[in-house]
């Protein structure tokens, strides 16, 4: 199965055009909520859909209503991580959409994981070069915490 891509509002127009471009299923935010929808609305929604999320949000780990709201909805959310134009975001992802789709086959949703940009130096050497994925919260995880609490 193809996962379909869901884009934060975040990601803006670009990304998801190009990412279609290359043949990648993706959904984007401005299509199905409007700008002002709260996280946890969209989230819900998103989760219902079994769609994936990519965000540039890395502030999440400091919201925890929406880790929760992501946790609660069954989402595989992927924060992209660097500060780089939405076109390298965007090629970044092609150039690790194999990683990526070995991480949704190895990991149940829920979970947050972050998808990074390779090292300047190899990304000197290779605009192909493709970045790495890494689990940042499990579900597991998530629970454990919020026993522990």
């Not at 660097?82 to 070995?102: C, D, F, P, S």
């Not at 192909?128 to 919020?146: A, D, F, I």
Request: charged content about 30%; some cysteine; overall charge positive.
């Amino acid at each position: 199965m193809t996962p379909i891509f869901f884009t934060d509002r975040n990601l803006g127009n670009l990304i998801p055009k190009l990412l279609r471009k290359t043949g990648i299923n993706v959904e984007k935010h401005s299509d199905h909520f409007p700008d002002d929808a709260r996280d946890e609305e969209w989230l819900t929604e998103v989760g219902r859909r079994n769609w994936y999320c990519l965000t540039h949000d890395r502030r999440i780990r400091y919201k925890p209503n929406e880790k929760d709201a992501v946790m609660r909805a069954g989402i595989g959310l992927f924060i992209l991580i660097g500060n780089a134009t939405h076109q390298e975001l965007a090629n970044n992802l092609v150039n690790t959409l194999h990683k990526i789709q070995r991480f949704i086959e190895k990991h149940n949703r829920p979970f947050i994981a972050k998808i990074y940009r390779p090292s300047k130096k190899f990304r000197s050497l290779s605009t192909r070069r493709p970045g790495n994925v890494k689990l940042w919260l499990s579900h597991e995880e998530w629970t454990k915490r919020n026993i522990e609490k």
